[in-house]
């Protein structure tokens, strides 16, 4: 298996500005969902290995508590959230509303930004496996949770033959359509796991898609059944600096286990196990995080509240210049807040 490390923190610069100016509602958004998600029934089951989570440990994180499941490790709230949570209370989603709608000058920056590079690892990992350009031009590609298409433009720039998005939100599959000037995004609104079933492909993507299934078993041993050979290319948040950060320090908005978009998160150990129970191999694994951009966030939040604007803007601007070195170290001992995952289905 081969590592990659790091990324410049630049590349979502303006992404990053645009949550740390809404922090507070953000935060605050997340505390009235834990209300909700509190009033669920309790999970019986992991999500993951399907082990009963009676002996599982708990802890507490920004007043919600969470099992670690003493199987595969996979940590999960334990309050069973509703498929739409956190959507469906009534403050609903509005305070994620992040993202304006793009112009296309913002699409094409936010696709060689943030997805080309997954592209391109994606493509040094398979040549370097002994793919050529020609078997990857012709494999059938299928992404998971396409969003608004950044990724499939990505294929369709390299002149994949044959590429599909799957996404649950129709407007999205609209935008990523105008783009792509085809109909390659399409709606699928039931399992992840029936995704794979009925849309064969060669290669899969998922970019930050398997923190929000509810059933991953389900998912895992759909996957299972694929052809060797297969490719699997995923992004996942993961337990981390970052996670840390947030269990001991509740002013800041969360971003890794947020307690509403995310209420699961993959560790080390059921990674491991969930790679197993489909029977893939890793080929690559690309290590880059935000927790130092994190740490920064909290400490400004806090100093601007103490310090005269000149001292804390100094002082924002050290914090600013530890962000890549910093960040280097804590991806480089598999610390850091998320993974790009490289792999293939081996032989039965
Ligand atoms: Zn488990």
Known sequence: MRFKYSKPSIDISTEYTGLAKIDKSIRDGQYKAVDYLKQEPLRSKCLLCTQTLTQADIFSHRSLDYFLCN???HIQSKHLPTSLYPS???????????YPELTTEQFQSRQSRIYQPKFNWILESLLEYGFTIDEIQQKSWLELGSGAGYFLACLKDFAIKQFNGLERNEDLCGIANR???????????TSLASAVESWPADIYAAFFVLEHVQDAHLFFNALKASKPGTIFAFAIPMFSLSTLLETAFETHAGRNLDNALHVQLYTEDSLNYALKIAGFKVINQWLFGQDVGDLRRLLSIQLENNYPKYLASI???????????????????????SRHILCIKEPV
């Not at 469906?88 to 992040?98: K, N, Q, Y």
């Not at 960040?327 to 480089?332: F, H, L």
């Open 179 to 189: 783009y792509l000037q085809g109909r390659h995004a399409h709606p699928h609104t």
């Open 315 to 337: 002082m924002d601007n050290k914090l600013n210049a530890l962000l890549d070195t910093m960040q280097a170290n804590v991806d480089q001992i598999h610390f850091c807040d």
């Open 71 to 73: 199987q595969c490790h």
């Open 88 to 98: 469906d209370t009534p403050d609903g989603l509005s305070f994620l509303d992040v």
